[in-house]
């Protein structure tokens, strides 16, 4: 099947991006230099198409419930205009996806979910509420991400409001250079920036105003290449890599977005019982104490005998080593611990630690 | 993108180079570009034993690890230390500073099929 293209695809060509066929998208993966482009973000700001990411909505009188039924957070806990970090879960505990969840009222709730989940969040949401109540608005929206320590001073031009009044984890509906925006304080990098939700026919004007007002901060065009490392530094999951539908919550370690106060929730049960049990994996940051870049699908050793497994590793651009998350049995996940990442048949030196592996204040920001 | 006329290339994107029976080997520009960012290179020892169309060592960029592939058999006699150090000597100068080894070549039937600068930019051509 032909790979779809986002209404960005030809100022992308115009600026020579090479291009991924990912999740059935073809989209940037760099443009001036995935290394560049990292490092832009971390200290100045860097522009995104995340237009292959799904929009789903649940509509209607009972659409709360509904929501409250799919996700393991609790909508209760954010007001109109907030959005949430959640997961949905299968009756056993197995990650469906984790999204992003736009609440603009009781009755109305849109799902931000992977590209490679789109088609199947859409279905399953349908299978377990109301279907009439969910409905695929992927076609209806363009998305960009504007992220880095200058992300309100691009855009506060371009808005009649004061994008820094917008707190972290909500949104506004406001216009962004005349065109009617979803607005967000969110992002996949851990700097400060905003997620910008807009009209496919909109994106191409939107995106080079926003280019436009970054140009006096060196704004680049940041690819899937580096939306990739940004996360990893930050120790944040990629479905089909650290979540799956056969990994749980707990031991993805997002405890945290599981909220198990609330009455009920689909794989509830599961992730009780797990909470209470204990897991026979659980994810973990490493780094490598030697020369070398971990791949998902390495084997981890400690003591010289297997213990688990690379889910996503890179060269981090910003601490210059190899680091990497990994599922791992319960005697290897203390931080501290040595392992062994097997590279080639070799087994190089790391350490399991804390994520995330970078924190904003190790870089000041350059203008 | 640059292919200087005086070296010979793989279709596994190496370029080779023998002066008297020493052939010294790298990756082309093309190769680099296509990899992005070079972070890490693995290379033989000097005295190991390469074997022509085998894999010699390893290149990473922060995407994706690639094998290096011996455009000849030989023994490697020089290896570049520098650009395992150094590996984005390979992205900023891949003729020159980022050289990987030097093979004493013990055919030289094995120089045989090697292609010509001509030859290899049209190869890519039609690879694209």
Redesign the interface.
Do not use: A, I, L, P
């Given at each position: 099947m032909e790979p779809k293209r986002t209404p960005l695809y030809e100022i992308h060509r115009s600026l020579k991006a090479k291009f991924v066929d990912f999740a059935g998208w073809l989209m940037p993966v760099e443009y001036s230099g995935v290394i560049e482009e990292h490092l832009r973000v971390r200290t100045s700001c860097g522009l995104f198409d995340v237009s292959h990411m799904g929009e789903v909505e649940v509509a209607g009188p009972g659409a709360l419930d509904a929501v409250q039924r799919l996700i393991t957070n609790d909508m209760g806990r954010i007001g109109d205009g907030g959005c949430q970090y959640t997961l949905l879960c299968r009756p056993d505990g197995g990650v469906v996806d984790d999204c992003i969840v736009y609440r603009f009222s009781r009755e109305r709730f849109l799902f931000i979910a992977n590209a490679s989940n789109t088609q199947k969040v859409f279905e399953w949401m349908r299978g377990q509420v109301p279907a009439a109540s969910v409905i695929d608005r992927s076609g209806e929206f363009a998305m960009l991400a504007v992220q880095g320590p200058s992300s309100v001073e691009v855009m506060r031009p371009l808005m009649e409001m004061e994008p820094a009044s917008i707190k972290g984890f909500h949104f506004v509906e406001a216009k962004i250079k005349g065109a009617e925006a979803v607005v967000s304080r969110t992002g996949y990098t851990g700097e400060d920036g905003f997620e910008v939700y807009i009209d496919p026919k909109d994106a191409p004007g939107v995106w080079k105003a926003v280019m436009d007002s970054g140009a006096r901060f060196g704004m680049l065009p940041v690819g899937l290449g580096a939306r990739d490392t940004l996360r990893l530094e930050m120790g944040y999951p990629l479905y089909g890599h650290e979540l799956t539908d056969e990994t749980t919550p707990i031991e993805a370690g997002l405890n945290r977005f599981v909220s198990l106060d609330k009455p009920d929730f689909i794989g509830k049960g599961a992730i009780e019982a797990q909470a209470l049990k204990g897991v026979e994996k659980t994810l973990v940051g490493f780094e490598l104490l030697e020369a070398g870049v971990p791949r998902a699908g390495y084997e981890i050793n400690l003591k010289g005998t297997k213990a688990g497994f690379v889910t996503s590793g890179t060269l981090s651009p910003v601490l210059k080593k190899g680091i990497g998350m990994a599922y791992v049995i319960p005697g290897a996940k203390t931080p501290g611990t040595e392992i062994e990442v097997i590279i080639r048949k070799r087994a190089v030196r790391a350490r399991v630690r804390k994520t995330p592996f970078y924190r904003r204040k190790l870089f000041e920001k350059t203008v | 993108m640059d292919f200087p006329k005086d070296l010979k290339y793989t279709r596994e994107h190496e370029w080779i180079k023998v002066e008297d029976d020493i052939a010294t080997v790298g990756i082309t520009d093309y190769a680099q570009d296509s990899l992005?960012?070079v972070?890490?290179v693995?290379l033989p020892q000097e005295g190991a034993t390469v074997t022509k169309n085998e894999p010699f060592g390893?290149v990473?960029?922060?995407?994706a690890?690639s094998d290096l592939y011996s455009p000849v058999s030989g023994s490697v006699v020089e290896v570049n230390d520098a650009v395992i150090e150094s590996p984005e000597a390979i992205n900023e100068d891949p003729y020159g500073d980022a050289w990987m080894i030097r093979i004493e070549v013990g055919s030289p039937d094995d120089l045989g099929d090697l292609i010509t600068a001509e030859e290899y930019q049209r190869f890519i051509e039609e690879e694209k």
């Open positions: - | 992005g960012d972070v890490y693995e390893v990473e960029s922060v995407k690890v």
